[in-house]
């Protein structure tokens, strides 16, 4: 490897979705915490780029639509040229390109060399030649499969770069906070009460939870806990969510379309729990510290709650890691299997673990607490005070192990679990 001591000027490439921005956070953090004075610029999609201004450790973005990503619709060469230009204008000492195992790193790398960037690195499985100055030979999939942030934090460590804060980045503005406070009381939800937030959009079909079982598990939930549900989502999600909606005997509320960012990780931090397919919220929720049952569709493994209490709920089925954004066999079985019943179980067990073991509604729960100025975290049931929780270790990362259509696809720590 290469000497990046003397390294200021770093372009940071995550080109693809909101979460995998997210989940490179804790890298980027290494960066800055290990080569002091630098400034780190993210090239992002349109989606990742939305979250850069809540990102401490990202100085500036550049929001690029890739030719060779799935969610570019464009063509145009002329883009990428005018891109190779714009980078080598700002003279980058480095760059590091981050890429899931099924990415290939070489577009951006040629991207880079065009731009004159003498230090690159990235993952690559195939020999790079040239356009990597650093690379790090590919382990994934074949002998090991590791956690999205695993993955991200061992690759800038291969340069010396390293943090002792694993924790996703995502800072609540204090604005946006307090607009979620007062909307959530404007709807009627108790902030000092049991409340649920469900989210039942993806963008991949392949990982949306049947909305049949969606409001059967809703209709459980509120039954057993007696709380509102509240319902987040995008515009196009409305009316996904009306429909669940319609079915439901108890009161609920729905922001989709209603939110932006920022406020939608404000409503997030304050939530109790989320409940939501396996999607970009999902990481948002783990950036603010709230608990998070995620329905897991089976089509890759390593993108499972970062840190925080969780459930990870799917049904093993033998085409498991298919890495399709709609279901191949066309049965959905790794998400439609999961019942109903079973959501609704380990959410009032998770909801238990996190605020109590005598957790049974309203009167057994604890309220919340800013346990920092950086987001909103719910009260940890053996804290009294600020000082107790700045000692409170963090919590373990789920481990994750090579896919396999076989059980025991993933081990957990002492916190997220999961449920089969």
């Known amino acids: 490897m290469n000497d990046w001591s003397h390294v200021r000027r770093v372009l940071c490439i995550r080109l693809d979705n909101l979460g995998d921005v997210l989940m490179t956070t ?23 780029a939305a979250g850069a201004r809540y990102m401490p450790e990202v100085d500036d973005v550049i929001r690029y639509a890739a030719p060779w990503m799935k969610s570019t619709d464009r063509a145009d060469p002329g ?20 890429t899931a195992y099924s990415q290939s790193p070489l577009p951006a790398a040629m991207l880079c060399h065009l731009a004159e960037i ?42 010396g770069c390293t943090t002792s804060d694993e924790r996703l980045g995502f800072t609540v503005p204090h604005d946006d906070a307090a607009w979620a406070r007062r ?19 993806a963008t991949a079909a392949s990982r949306r939870y049947p909305p049949s079982s969606w409001s059967a598990a809703a209709n459980r939930l509120a039954d057993e806990l007696q709380c509102p549900l509240v319902f987040s989502g995008g515009s196009s999600e409305a009316a996904l969510i009306d429909a669940i909606r319609e079915d439901l005997a108890h009161p609920s509320y729905s922001l989709a379309g209603k939110l932006d960012l920022g406020r939608f990780a404000a409503v997030l931090a304050q939530a109790p729990v989320l409940i939501s397919n396996n999607t970009g919220p999902v990481h948002l929720a783990a950036a603010v510290g709230t608990p998070v049952v995620d329905l897991y569709a089976l089509t890759n493994p390593q993108h499972t709650p970062w840190q925080v209490p969780s459930r990870v709920l799917y049904h093993d089925v033998p085409c498991s890691m298919c ?26 067990s998770l909801l238990r673990e996190v605020y109590g073991a005598a957790y049974t509604g309203r009167k057994a729960f604890r309220t919340y607490t800013r346990a920092d100025d950086r987001v909103l975290q719910p009260l940890h049931p053996d804290l009294q ?36």
């Open 26 to 48: 804790p890298a980027l953090r290494a960066l800055k915490h290990t080569l002091p004075g630098c400034r780190l610029t993210l090239m992002a999609s349109t989606s990742g």
């Open 323 to 348: 890495y399709k954004s709609v279901c191949p066999q066309g049965h959905h079985d790794c998400l439609a299997k999961v019942t109903p019943e079973r959501v609704a179980r380990e959410t009032v």
């Open 118 to 159: 003498p230090l690159v690195l990235a993952h690559c499985h195939e020999n790079p030649y040239h356009l990597l100055s650093d690379w790090i030979k590919d382990p994934e999939p074949h002998t090991t499969v590791r956690h999205e942030v695993r993955r991200q934090l061992e690759l800038v460590a291969a340069v």
């Open 385 to 420: 005070d600020r000082k107790k929780a700045a000692q409170l270790e963090p919590l373990t990362p789920i481990v994750l192990q090579p896919p396999s259509p076989t059980k025991g696809l993933f081990t957990t720590g002492n916190r997220g679990r999961l449920r089969r």
């Open 183 to 201: 909307h959530l009381q404007a709807i009627g939800i108790d902030l000092k009460q049991p409340w649920l937030l469900l989210h039942p959009g």
């Open 79 to 98: 883009a990428d040229l005018a891109m190779a230009r714009e980078l080598r204008e700002r003279r980058f000492d480095a760059a590091v390109i981050f």
